[in-house]
């Protein structure tokens, strides 16, 4: 019998992603509150701005990035916390015997799911922001729409998701994945961000210097380093507990 190799199995976990209600919730969803937030942020700056003043598509998306972070970090954890609630598991090892070609098949899978997602939802913002400033009729300032914070902030949604998966896998427990990792980036970061300038250090933190870059000691590329560090660590000690855990 012909053992699967790591496009087989990459090409079986993006099946499972496929096949996953909550996980296509969680895509589809995030997407679309990114929409529905692109609208209400440029109807509202549009709103209170004086007559002629021109609506920054860029600054809207600056400004939903940090809300629809949760969808990605749900799209993260939903998938492996499902499949390790149950006896999943253990059919996919026994299909798949070697867990580190398992595993890697997973991260893999996640990385092509969030970034479809993010690419999807970062581009919905845009597309919609720019069509209800045209439809409100404001005017939107001339090469406001930059390619650096666009790939910046699809970037940023995508090391979002790939931490959140590694937390998964480390925790292996949906709750404690994610109540742990919704609480760092929505009440820890931007808490300790109030009290101390070492929060520049927390994975979230260095990565938004992607899309939106305001540290003095952080660029995006070393932020992002800083993020795919964190990354490296808690998915090293994942891999470890994975590989040597009974299901």
Do not use: C
């Not at 199995?9 to 996980?23: G, N, Q, Y």
């Amino acid at each position: 019998m012909r053992l699967p190799n790591v496009i087989d199995v990459i090409a079986a976990e993006l099946d499972k992603l496929r096949t996953l209600p909550a996980a296509v919730v969680a895509a589809l969803g995030t997407t679309v509150v990114g929409v529905a937030l692109a609208v209400a942020l440029t109807a509202a700056a549009h709103g209170t701005a004086v007559p002629a003043t021109e609506v920054s598509i860029t600054a809207t998306m600056v400004r939903a990035v940090p809300f629809v972070q949760t969808g990605l970090i749900l799209l993260g954890v939903l998938p492996v916390a499902h499949e390790l609630a149950g006896s999943q598991l253990r059919t996919t090892l026994a299909a798949v015997p070697r867990r580190g070609l398992l595993l890697a098949g997973k991260t893999v899978a996640t990385f092509v799911a969030t970034a479809v997602t993010a690419a999807a939802t970062v581009g919905g913002l845009l597309g919609a922001a720019t069509v209800t400033a045209y439809l409100g009729g404001a005017p939107v300032a001339p090469g406001d729409v930059d390619a650096g914070p666009v790939l910046g902030a699809v970037a940023y949604l995508i090391l979002v998701g790939l931490f959140s998966h590694a937390i998964t896998l480390l925790v292996r427990g949906l709750v404690p994945a994610l109540v742990g990792t919704l609480s760092l980036v929505l009440i820890v970061s931007p808490l300790l961000a109030t009290l101390t300038e070492h929060a520049r250090w927390l994975p979230d933190r260095a990565a938004a210097q992607l899309y939106a870059p305001a540290d003095d000691v952080l660029t995006g590329t070393t932020g992002t380093l800083v993020t795919l560090a964190w990354i490296a660590v808690v998915g090293a000690g994942a891999a470890v507990r994975f590989v040597r855990r009974d299901p």
